[in-house]
């Protein structure tokens, strides 16, 4: 048997002789609707503990298939935050992780996730592995938080910004005992140190970085660790001053400066924080502040440019859409097609803008924003394309999801175009009534009409296990968005092939690696 | 005496909605009636079987009849009989029953999450609503959990724990429409349920304690008896020859589909139901009176221009 521990590019991947083809295709069709529609929160049909639920049964399963394909796959492009920091929590935390798969090449996976998480996720991760019963402390997670955070490009931020999480990792890591004796001794002058300390704080720090960040990293530490005085980091040092002087606080991160105002300058607006901080908020901030800031006065700039095409159409739902708002919306869609895997003279589009599109509060109208970025890439990939909408209603150039759904209707309707294939946006939830797609497919299969229907489904149904299907002849990809419309299309080749398919995608996964390695 | 149709004046139906052994035709209007706000409830007890509701909002609001509150607290789970009205602001105390036999312990005030109890339940539960007697509902339940294979007694939570998934399902499968106020629910091609709001707002805040547990644990009963489909269901026609014949027996089915609803909508509306001359509740302009028919039951909030504002009727043969 081939399995990833031990690839040879040469040879082709099989299942272990107890798990059959099709059964191994089930289980990595499974990993990937959750890798790619999965937040891990409610969403329209589903609770979290529901999703949480099945995205669980989706890892374990995939693991206990191969270990070693596992880690592979966690390293693919397009994959949620959430997978990921579920990837890590495995590799640190399951058993059978530590027996099928060399160091090695755990170590590259792990590395790699940690580089890719943002840090809120990173330290929720090493959060749960202190909260897990038996609390997982062994010496290779020791390691991993130690080098993530001491080796951190952004450590001197880190500690202003997540203090508290990144205090309690190395407290997990050290020990309560050690992080004590390593607090006293960075409290101590450098030059009355004595060799105790000097041993500890090179064992404990030194050795995972290097001499010349010594003094920088030192530092750093000792502020999460509640050292004050003597600062000479100029983050640190704005972030003592702004609790005596806000206006001094420029520089930090927005929440930073809030959180103080709200502690020490309880009589100062949040708009004013906003006009301290906005020359230093991030992209998301930019963001999702454009509403706050219009009303408070404040410029806030945003670059539309800079976010994903999910992102803008979200940002439009709340915000509106504005003429660089389309321009950034059509250039990703340009681009996203760019990447799809094939071409078309005519194409038929069904877009589901159905009520439950709207998502949840958890994730309020995300499922539609996808859904809308994808029905932009895919008007660009054939020469005449026939969009067809279930439901919705058109609201200042936005189509808003109301309303139940009969897609049937819109997809014969669509048929009547001739299209070389049809891709179906969908949510799979039909009620107008439900089963009614399955009974045309049937009619028009019944009529000789072999015209290739796809089911890209946005959602992940934590009843179905995955996304959920229209029909079972109808080929269901999950989507993420339109960035990930060639990943969708090879789930759709694993469920019919699954040897060949999850051998591309060990390929695709591989393309990835060399990539980054190469960088 | 009142017919459904008075009971449904100034609304029109929309599309039915269709899921297994469930159709749900919505009750749409163009207008709201501003007299009575969704529920914004802090409920506890401090006594078995009464339950003392806090109403946060800012205009009286009605609390539905078979509202239950299922707590995730070391406490009796409760439910209420009848309808009651309560002022902004203000708490009253209403006569209930618990629905969780083995559990003791008194709900903390709190915004607990409510449900409608299930079809069969809430019937019950309206014809003992005067009776203070807070173990009333435990042999039903246990006969209900009974006819669902739960073997648990009179805890209702043992039902929902059970059949959490299927019940969610129902959430994530019906869709609220625009304008929609009601709806007349089917379960096995047959009418269970009138249902109608004052507003929207009203409506969307019953939706789901209403779909999920008081229609879906119908649904799901039904589902059990019999994976034939309702007679509500039409099937599409494949036997054609090109796609045109194909849209022809699309249009031709939805033609079907139309003219069921239009008939079930007059079958309900000429159904009488007859209350007495006694009023459960009131406040203000609004009274609230309880009605009864052999197929349907329930409460309705009537206005003093005799207008129905609110219904809540479920099948009478649900028990």
């Known amino acids: 048997m081939q399995t990833v521990a031990a690839y040879n590019p040469g040879q082709e991947w099989m299942p272990p002789p107890s798990i059959s083809a099709q059964e191994a295709g089930k289980r990595v069709c499974a990993f990937l609707d959750v890798a790619l529609t999965s937040f891990g929160r409610s969403t329209h049909y589903n609770t979290q503990a529901a999703q949480k639920i099945a995205e669980t049964v989706a890892h374990d399963e995939l693991l206990a298939l191969d270990p070693g394909l596992y880690a592979l796959l966690l390293g693919l492009d397009g994959l949620t935050d959430r997978c990921r920091q579920r990837g890590l929590w495995h590799l640190l935390a399951s058993q059978p992780m530590k027996r099928s798969l060399p160091s090695a090449r755990k170590r590259e996976v792990i590395e790699h996730l940690v580089r890719e998480l943002p840090p809120q996720r990173l330290f929720k991760t090493f959060d749960s592995l202190r909260a897990k019963s038996g609390r997982i402390n062994n010496a290779r997670t020791r390691k991993v938080i130690l080098r993530a955070v001491l080796t951190a490009r952004c450590l001197q931020l880190w500690v202003v910004k997540y203090r508290r999480k990144l205090a309690s990792a190395l407290k997990h890591a050290w020990g309560q005992r050690t992080t004590s004796y390593l607090r006293n001794a960075l409290a101590t002058p450098l030059k009355q140190r004595d060799e105790a300390q000097k041993v500890a704080l090179n064992r404990e720090i030194g050795r995972f970085i290097k001499p010349e960040d010594q003094s920088y990293v030192f530092e750093c530490v000792g502020f999460a660790l509640g050292i004050r005085d003597k600062l000479t980091l100029p983050l640190l040092r704005t972030f003592e001053a702004a609790k005596a002087d806000l206006q001094c606080g420029a520089g930090l991160p927005y929440e930073v400066l809030e959180g103080l105002r709200s502690v020490y300058h309880p009589d100062v607006s949040k708009e004013e924080t906003l006009r301290i901080t906005r020359e230093g908020l991030t992209k998301h901030q930019q963001k999702t502040f454009q509403k706050k800031a219009r009303k408070a006065g404040v410029d806030v700039r945003m670059n539309a440019r800079n976010y994903t095409a999910t992102e803008l159409y979200l940002y439009a739902f709340d915000v509106g859409l504005d003429n660089d708002v389309l321009q950034a919306l059509e250039e990703k869609a340009r681009k996203a097609a760019q990447f799809f895997p094939t071409r078309y003279d005519r194409l038929g589009v069904v877009i589901d803008a159905s009520r439950s599109h709207e998502g949840d509060k958890a994730q309020p109208l995300r499922p539609m924003a996808v859904t809308l970025a994808t029905r932009d890439t895919l008007l660009r990939v054939g020469k005449e394309v026939y969009v067809g909408y279930c439901g919705g209603k058109l609201e200042n150039g936005l189509h808003r999801p109301q309303g139940e759904t009969s897609l049937a209707e819109v997809l014969v309707t669509i048929l009547a175009r001739k299209p070389e294939a049809v891709c179906i946006v969908s949510d799979g939830y039909e009620n107008a009534p439900a089963g009614r797609v399955t009974e045309v497919v049937r009619a028009l299969r019944g009529i000789g009409d072999t015209t290739p229907i796809f089911h890209l489904n946005p959602v992940f149904a934590s009843e179905a296990g995955g996304v959920r299907s229209l029909d079972e002849s109808i080929p269901v990809m999950p989507l993420r968005g339109p960035e990930t419309l060639g990943m969708s299309f090879l789930r759709f080749l694993v469920e019919k092939d699954p040897i060949q398919g999850i051998n591309m995608l060990i390929q695709l996964a591989l393309r990835s690696e060399r990539r980054r390695v190469s960088c | ?319």
């Not at chain 2, 994976?227 to 045109?244: E, G, K, M, Y």
């Open chain 2, 1 to 319: 005496m009142l017919t459904v149709e008075q009971i449904l004046r100034g609304t029109s139906i929309g599309r039915m909605q269709s899921v297994g052994q469930m159709d749900v035709i919505p009750v749409l209007a163009d207008e709201d009636d501003e007299s009575l706000v969704a529920p914004d409830l802090r409920i506890g007890t401090t006594e078995y079987g009464r339950v003392d509701v806090t109403h946060l909002g800012a205009k009286p609001t009605l609390v539905p009849p078979g509202a239950a509150w299922i707590v995730g607290m070391v406490a009796q789970d409760h439910a209420i009989g009848g309808g009651v009205f309560v002022k902004p602001g203000d708490t009253r105390r209403i006569n209930g029953m618990c629905v969780q036999q083995t559990q003791p312990g008194l709900i903390k005030p709190d915004k607990h999450p409510m449900v409608i109890l299930p079809l069969p339940l809430r019937v019950q539960a309206l014809a003992v609503r005067n009776q203070k007697d807070y173990s009333q509902l435990w042999e039903p339940i246990g006969r209900f959990n009974d006819s669902m294979d739960v073997v648990c007694q009179g805890n209702l939570c043992a039902f929902l724990d059970r059949f959490k998934k299927e019940l969610d399902q129902f959430v994530a499968e019906f869709e609220l429409v625009p304008r929609q106020v009601g709806a007349i629910v089917l379960v096995g091609g047959e009418i269970v349920g009138v249902e109608r709001a004052p507003s929207v707002a009203f409506w969307e805040a019953l939706w789901q304690p209403l779909i999920r547990v008081c229609y879906g644990a119908a649904a799901l009963r039904r589902g059990r008896q019999t994976t034939a489909p309702p007679i509500s269901r039409f099937r599409l026609c494949t036997n054609v020859q090109t796609l045109d014949d194909l849209e022809n027996a699309l249009q031709q089915v939805r033609n079907c589909e139309d003219a069921f609803v239009m008939d079930t909508r007059e079958q309900v509306g000429s159904l009488e139901l007859r209350g007495r001359c006694s009023f459960d509740d009131e406040l203000g302009r609004l009274r609230l009176q309880t009605l009864a028919s052999p197929l349907l039951s329930g409460q309705v909030v009537l206005n003093d221009c005799e207008n129905v504002v609110y219904a809540s009727l479920g099948s009478s043969k649900a028990a």
